[in-house]
């Protein structure tokens, strides 16, 4: 009779499991990171330790969190589908800037609006519009692999507009007549096959 947490497969990333033997039964279900599994065997073993504790009456599956999604996207969809660069991109934008937010939550608690200040609030730190339009595709494609699994009902990313932003100014100083001139004809005399 005993409650242990351990990972399944071992490694980074991995997720934990909770493993319960109880009465000649056994059973096992995965939880996420480490402490969660943690906090779920104490409570199970605090129940146990009372009496109040039967397989049938065993804690309900907690939800996945996002950055459980993130590396199920990433694993099976990202490094079936695109190059091994945009993979590590990928990676990166998780890594760096969307797992630290979103990681631990549990990807049906994410919202439209939680989203989307994100998105703006790295636009205010002064990432370019294409960058944040990077990790806006990044989130998308996690919900969308949860979209898949049934775990929720919508993507939340769905046509989710950042707004509009200043356009830079560009100081734009063409080449005169004479310098294009110039430049034309040292092209033609030491460079012909490109004139």
């Excluded at 009465?23 to 279900?29: D, H, M, Q, V, Y």
């Excluded at 990807?107 to 636009?123: E, N």
Aim: hydrophobic share 35%; charged share 30%.
């Amino acid at each position: 009779m005993g409650v242990t947490v351990r990972q399944k497969k071992k490694g980074r990333g991995q997720p934990w499991w909770v493993f319960i033997s109880h009465n000649g039964n056994r059973t096992s279900r995965k939880v996420g990171d480490k402490k969660s599994a943690e906090v779920i065997a104490s409570k199970i073993r605090a129940k146990m330790q009372l009496g109040e504790f039967g397989l049938e009456m065993e804690e309900q599956k907690p939800e996945p969190t996002f950055k459980e999604y993130a590396d199920s996207w990433i694993t099976l969809t990202v490094r079936a589908t695109c190059k091994q660069s945009t993979v590590r991109d990928y990676r990166d934008i998780l890594r760096i800037h969307v797992l630290p937010v979103f990681g631990e939550l549990e990807i049906k608690k994410i919202t439209r609006g939680r989203v989307k200040d994100f998105l703006l609030a790295k636009i205010n730190d002064g990432y370019a519009k294409s960058t944040v339009s990077h990790m806006k595709d990044v989130i998308s494609g996690v919900f969308n692999k949860a979209l898949d699994d049934e775990i929720i009902s919508g993507n939340p990313t769905f046509r989710l507009g950042m707004g509009k932003t200043a356009s830079k100014e560009f100081d734009i100083n063409p080449l005169t007549k004479e310098e294009l001139k110039q430049l034309l004809d040292t092209v033609q005399a030491y460079f012909p096959t490109h004139y």
